[in-house]
Every structure is written in structure tokens, then in C-alpha cells.
């Protein structure tokens, strides 16, 4: 099948459609050009589906087939550029949608109008926000989606290929998309035309074998605890503790498999059986034919209603969906769930260099061969950082760290630790260990002993999964993903035990600049320190510039010899460095593509990202960057930026992210290049000094371009986001909140209103939508405006419309956001929500003297006592900084 638009032919005959598609078994509709502009044809092969009409309007051309017994509308689109003549276009296929028959929908072709903001380059034309709001609501109505997309990533190029649009799609039902069995829509290579070609994939391949998971609706059968413990008895293994516990969860999970089908059954197969015994038990009642049925009627009800559950269930946790409890009475949502993140994440075509990769077996290879070379070391010898030194452990902290495991200590973990997260090789989460802990305690108690004596994991227990995640919109080769690790439920006992202790006694070693993962230190600190001296270099007019660092998938390259030697340098015991090496140096990996895993390989470096260690043994790594930058600093040869005599700073970390700072001179330009080739060398991190910033607050220019020549990065200004937020912002300005509300407005492209309940709405309002500003809320205050614009978002969202639709709202906002006990709907109050999250700054500034960001605040504004806190007052006169200004408003309005 073919859908051409802009023929610029006023018609067709058959001959000439037979020479354009090659063969005479076709068939076609037109609709003719209006003179040299415009023109529509659609050609497919005769058998593929049978014709029944023809429709068109403006802007499209339509026809109406049976396919695989239903009804497709396909409909070729070529739609005006003018808003009016898209709003057209939209309204006309919405009302034939609504006045035929049901059916499938496939809709291609030039809809010149774009979803993203990311779907436009070069150009200001366009509908801007309006028409984005308008077509993603136009796509929900009409109940079709825009599947992902692969090769390029624009479809649309002007004669000089500057100015660039993705304006041509397929948009598809999911009924068409699941029946047809396609994966994604590709955008091919153009020539003489400014379009590129679009075309459908069509993918059904077997991937592989899946891996064994553990379904949570199974606890709720009551045969479920007993079986597990009949099973668990019986089994008679003999060996090392580690080995005789992998074992019996491998047995039990072989044993699951069986239950599953011979107890627990095919769910939808249960209900359809369930439902259909209580027709006949009904008809039976209906007939007069005594009340022992009734009786049985109570029992089918009840049974039906608790398969309902264990469907609704099961599609909660394959939907990854965290905000949604259940209960809700959303399975449709988790359903549309369920098939939008498998599109999302499936992995259908590669790219590799200039050539795209096809294939089950190829992409396999590809994804093994890249990631065994990520993660193997290039130098299995490097230098080490000589002459500096570190805080160390004492010799209580390190009895603290190997002292034996208790049973308590491991309880809390398991009932501490999320039972939904995806599991490991081994397929069990933590809600099976949670339930059925009194069935598996003895075993993994003898384990844990057993590891703590002998320092020895086996194989499959560290053993993992790396799974793809995109992250972008359309990811192409495999940078373009981010890798996560899904560790067994065994290795993730040991390490959280281990993570634990560790960031006990870790504030003693790592150094204040870094912010990140320790009690008492949050993602903010770093944030108000750097927006501080900002603040405080504009005022005073010092000269200071800013190096941002972007270090290159920093977490994967970490050197394990210079791990370890910075923990020897700490004054780790051997005991603990042991159980590094058995925990960390010797594990292994396969890739999971599609669900199914790849041929494993051995890991030779770097820290695996969803490992509870990898954290907190992360800051140890960075810790040696600080360590550099302090001894530049004690021998002179880097000045950082001044706050006072006792006060500097010069390097700001949150786990990768690091800011270096000082003043704006020739010395420290150096210094920067030294420091980080020289970590480079001895860390195993890389640097992508073509991704890192320079910035300047009072530098000259010339320095300014001169310095981002030198250090092979970019020069930029103030404003600029770390962590997440624009530091150096005014938050009274529309534009920093631009972020927030677009996050908020692309949250809701992703749901489907007709898929949720009304309180599966305000289940999503309360954990979603408004958690969505609490970042921002939590450093800035929200301007009237930006408040009343997210409010609209979320009462147009609850009342069934888009983020900018106007819907009929039945009740006052300010009614529902009363608590549920008072008749409110306990949909969060904004701004009330906003006072709070910066209030906490006053409770923090109090009881945080000795933080980094607390002494720099008391030198700006005094040694403050709650009393004046109160009150907007500094000891600079009007030098304060509009977010102080703020965070002191704020905290008198919540006296």
C-alpha cells in the first residue's frame, strides 16, 4: 500500500498506474490537484483488503476496507498549512469517526503540524504551543498514536537543508498496530523531493526465550504460601550455602511454572469461564430451580471479582507504572500502558556508522560485542595519585563495617526495598521474599554468614541483566540508550547490607564540596552555593568564572584498581576490600533485547547502575578529583573564588556532575587541564570536553573565548542549568518555569484521558502532575501566574480534557483541593504546597550550621535567630539575592 501526496495531477488512468507500481493487480483511488497544488493517490495490491468506499474532504483522501474481518479507514493526509485549514482537517475526521462504523484507523501522510518542540529546527513558523496542544488533542481523540520512529529524524528540508520539520507520520490504532504487527515507521531518504519517504515496519520476529518473572497476583491465591512451603521442604540440596540457595530458588521457580498453569491458570481464560458459569447459574435461578444456586451465585460473583483483581494486578506491574495503585479500576490505562512502553523501548534497527543494523541474531551481536567493549578495561595498569591525602576510617568504623549480619538488619532491607522493580536473572522481586520470608529465612541467613566468612559470591548470583533505556525521543544507535542493571534478589540483599553501612560512616571521608547520597547532604545544596556566588560576583562585580564538566557515562568507565586503592588509601579494611572484589570485580552481564538476553560476558570495569553500592562507592571515585583540587589550591597554583578569608570555593560535585570554579585568570585555565587529564589517567573517566561549558560572571570576552578555545569546550552564559536547575535565574520570569510546564504538558501526551477513571485521574493529579514543579518548588518561588497556568493544566486534565482544553469543571477548585475527610478531593494546593517546600530552607538553615551552603548564607545575611527569620532583614542593606528574598517571604507567610 501507497498514500502519495502532491501529485499535482489533475487524474489518473490505470496505465499509468500500472507503470508506476509495476504490475497490473492494483488497485487505487485519486483525488485530483488544484492545478499545479495539491493531488492524492492511494495504491495497494488486489487481495491485500476488499474495497467498500471512498471519502475525502479537504485535506484528505480516505477509503474505507475490510481487513482480517473488521473495518480499516485509511486516510491519505495532505493537510493546509494555515491553522484554520488544520482545525478543518481535524474536525471533519473526528465527525466522520463519530457517524460510521467502528473500526481500525491508519492515517499517513504531510499533517504539516508537529507534536514536540524537538520537532522543529531552524524555523519560527509553525502553530507554536497552540498547535502542538491542538494535534496531540486532535491523535487522543480520534484514539490513534504516533509509534516510534527510526532512521532520520526529520522528514521535512528546505531547498538549503537548514530549516527542517518533522511534518509526515502514520498514525495508527492500536488495533491496526497489534493486528498488523508493526513495530515502528521509518523515515527514509529524500532526492528531488523536500519530504522524505515514510514507511510502516512490519516486525513479528522471535526474539528469544524470556526470562522467568515473578507475578505478584500470584501471593494473592490462597494455595500460593503452602505450595511455596511444600516445595521448599522437599527440596534436598547439598553444597555451599550460596550454591544450595541458588538452587532451590531455581527449583521453586521451575515448580512456579508448573503452578501457574495447573492452579493459578490463564487469567483471561479464567474470567471468560468464571462469567460463563454464572450466566448458567443465573439462567438456572431465572428458571425457579431451587436456592442452592444462589448460593453458588454468591460464590461466582465473588471468585469473579477476585480474578478481576489478579488481572489488574499483573497488568500494574507489567506496566511499570508507578503512580497508579491498585484498585483503581484502570485497566484500560494499563493495558495502553503496557503497549506504548514496549514500543517505546523495543530495539527493531541500529545504526553503526552510516549502516542500519536488521535482524534478531545481528542486533543480538551488535549489542553484546558493543557493551563487552564498554565495559572492558583498555590499561590493566594506571598511575595513582601520590602525595595526596584523604580522611580515613577508624579502626571502630571498620569493626562497624564488619560486624556479622543480623537477621533484623536483613529484614528491614527486604520490607524497606520496593517489591515492584524489575527483577534479575533469578525473576524474583522482593515481594515474593517479603511474603514467603519465614519459608526462605534459614537459607538466606546461611548465605549472608557464609559470604561475610569467606568473601565468595558464585557466579549467578552476581550475574545481571543490562537493560536499554532511550534516552531521547529517537535514539538510533546504542549511545543513544541508557543502560541499566537488573541485579538478582540475592546479590541485592548483599549489597544493600553493604550500601548501608557504607553511607554511615562515608561522611567522614568525602569532602563537603559533594552533595550527593549522604545523610544530611541533599541534590540542593550544591545548587544554592553556586546560585549564591553568582549572586554574590554580579554584586561585588568579581571577576569568577565556571567550568561545568561533562564526564562521559562516568558510572560504566570506572578504573576498579584505582577504586581500590582509594579505598586502601581511606583505611578500608581487607575484610572489606574483599568483599568488593567478590561484589564488584567479578561479575558478569548479559544484554536483554526486547526481553530476551544475549550470551553473557565478563565485566572489566565501571560501576553497574542500579547496583545499591555503586552510589556510594562512586563518591570514593570522585572524592579523588576534590583530593586533586585541594592540593592546587594548598600549593598555590589554583585561586579559587573568594568569598571571604575563611570562605572559598573551587570545585561544587553531585555524584558526575562537578563545577569548577575561580578566578578568571590564565593559571587556573591551566591548572583545570592538568587536574582533569591527570584524574582522566589514573580514574578511568572520561571528559567529553566538547559537551563541557564555560562560563563567565564578569570576564572579559576575549578571555571568555579564548578560555573554551584552550579547554576545547563551549562558551556560554549565565543563566544555566546544574542539577536540573537554572542557576543564576530570575524565578520571577515566565521563562524559567518554561521547563516545568512543558514538562507537565508532555506528561500528559503520554496518558490517555479515555483510558482512566475519574479517580484514576486524581490518583495521577496527586502523584504525577503535582510532583512534577516539586523540584523547582523546593529552590524557587512560583509567580502568581505560573500557579494559575499549572492549576489550569491540572482542572482541565481532571474534568477530561487536554493540558489547554476548556471542559466544564463542576466543582471549585479550591473545594477540591480540600482534604478528602472535609469533601475535597485532596488534590494538592499549589502554592500552599510551594510555601512549605521552602520553608523547610529556614528549618535547614537553623539546624545546618556547619554545611558548606549554611556558612556562606550567614556570611551574606548574618548569624540569623529564628525570631528574625521572620522578617525580610540583611546585614548588606538590598545585596540579598531575589532567591533569599524569597525563602525569607516565604518564611513569614507560613508563621
Known sequence: MCLLQETKRASFDDFMIHNLWGHKDVEWVSKESNGLSGGMLTVWNTGLFTFRYRFTGDGFLGVCVEWKSSLLYIVNIYSSCSMSGKRKLWSDLLDFKLNNEQGEWCLGGDFNATLKVGERRGCSGGGGQIERVEFSQFIEDMEVVDIPVTGKKFSWFNAEGTVMSRLDRFLLSEGFIERGGISNQWIGDRDISDHCPVWLVCSKLNWGPKPFKFNNCWLEHPNFIPFVTETWKKMQIKGKKAFVLKEKLKLLKESLKVWNKEVFGLIDLNIDKTVKELNEVEELNANGDGDPTIFKSKELVKKFWEQIQHKESLLHQKSRTKWIQEGDANSRFFHASIKARRRRNQLVMLKKGAEWIQGVENIKKEAKDHFSKHFSEEWNNRPFLQGIDFNMLSSDDNDFLLKPFEEEEVKEIIVNCDGNKSPGPDGFNFNFLKSCWCIV???????????????????????????????????????????????????????????????????????????????????????????????????RKDNCFLFKVDFERAYDTVNWLFLERMMIKMGFSEGWLKW????????????????????????????????????????????????????????????????????????????????????????????????????????????????????????????????????????????????????????????????????????????????????????????????????????????????????????????????????????????????????????????????????????????????????????????????????????????????????????????
Open 441 to 539: 529465612k534459614n537459607d538466606v541467613m546461611a548465605f549472608l554468614k557464609e559470604f561475610h566468612e569467606n568473601a565468595v559470591l558464585p557466579k549467578a548470583v552476581t550475574a545481571s541483566f543490562l537493560t536499554l533505556i532511550p534516552k531521547k525521543d529517537h535514539p538510533q544507535d546504542l549511545f543513544d540508550y541508557r543502560p541499566i542493571c537488573l541485579i538478582g534478589s540475592l546479590y541485592k540483599i548483599v549489597s544493600k547490607l553493604l550500601a548501608n553501612r557504607l553511607k554511615t560512616v562515608l561522611g567522614k571521608l568525602i569532602s563537603n564540596c559533594q552533595s550527593a547520597f549522604l545523610p544530611n547532604r541533599q541534590i540542593l545544596d550544591g545548587v544554592v552555593v553556586l546560585n549564591e556566588i553568582i549572586d554574590l560576583a554580579k554584586k
Open 580 to 895: 568488593m572484589r567478590a561484589c564488584i570485580f567479578e561479575s558478569s552481564m548479559s544484554i536483554l533485547v526486547n526481553g530476551s538476553p544475549t550470551e553473557d560476558f565478563i565485566v572489566g570495569r565501571g560501576l553497574r547502575q542500579g547496583d545499591p553500592l555503586s552510589p556510594f562507592l562512586f563518591l570514593i571515585v570522585a572524592e579523588g578529583l576534590a583530593g586533586l583540587m585541594k592540593r592546587a589550591v594548598e600549593i598555590g597554583r589554583f585561586k579559587g573564588f573568594k568569598v571571604n578569608n575563611n570562605i572559598q570555593f573551587q570545585i561544587l560535585q553531585f555524584a558526575d556532575d562537578t563545577i569548577l570554579m575561580g578566578e578568571g585568570i590564565w593559571e587556573n585555565l591551566w591548572t583545570i587541564k592538568v587536574l582533569l587529564r591527570s584524574f582522566e589517567l589514573v580514574s578511568g573517566l572520561k571528559i567529553n570536553f566538547l559537551k563541557s561549558k564555560f562560563y563567565g560572571v564578569n570576564v572579559d570576552t576575549r578571555f571568555l573565548d579564548a578560555g573554551s578555545s584552550f579547554l576545547s569546550c563551549r562558551s556560554d552564559v549565565t543563566p544555566f542549568k546544574f542539577l536540573g536547575i537554572p542557576v543564576g535565574a530570575n524565578p520571577r520570569r515566565r521563562e524559567t518555569w518554561k521547563p516545568v510546564v512543558e514538562a507537565m504538558t508532555k506528561r500528559l501526551s503520554f496518558w490517555n484521558s479515555r483510558h482512566l477513571s475519574f479517580g484514576g485521574r486524581v490518583t495521577l493529579i496527586n502523584s504525577v502532575l503535582a510532583s512534577i514543579p516539586l523540584y523547582f518548588f523546593s529552590f524557587f518561588k512560583a509567580p502568581k501566574c505560573i500557579l494559575k497556568q499549572l492549576v489550569r493544566i491540572q482542572r482541565n486534565f481532571l474534568w477530561g480534557g487536554g493540558s489547554d482544553d476548556k471542559k466544564l469543571c463542576w466543582v471549585k477548585w479550591d473545594q477540591i483541593c480540600l482534604p478528602k475527610e472535609e469533601g475535597g478531593l485532596g488534590i494538592k494546593n499549589l502554592e500552599l504546597f510551594n510555601v512549605a517546600l521552602l520553608s523547610k530552607w529556614k528549618w535547614r538553615f537553623l539546624t545546618e550550621g556547619e554545611a558548606v551552603w549554611s556558612e556562606l548564607l550567614r556570611f551574606r545575611y548574618g548569624h540569623l535567630p529564628s525570631s528574625l527569620l521572620t522578617r525580610v532583614l540583611s546585614v548588606n542593606g538590598n545585596k540579598e539575592s531575589i532567591w533569599w528574598k524569597d525563602v525569607i517571604g516565604t518564611a513569614r507567610e507560613g508563621e
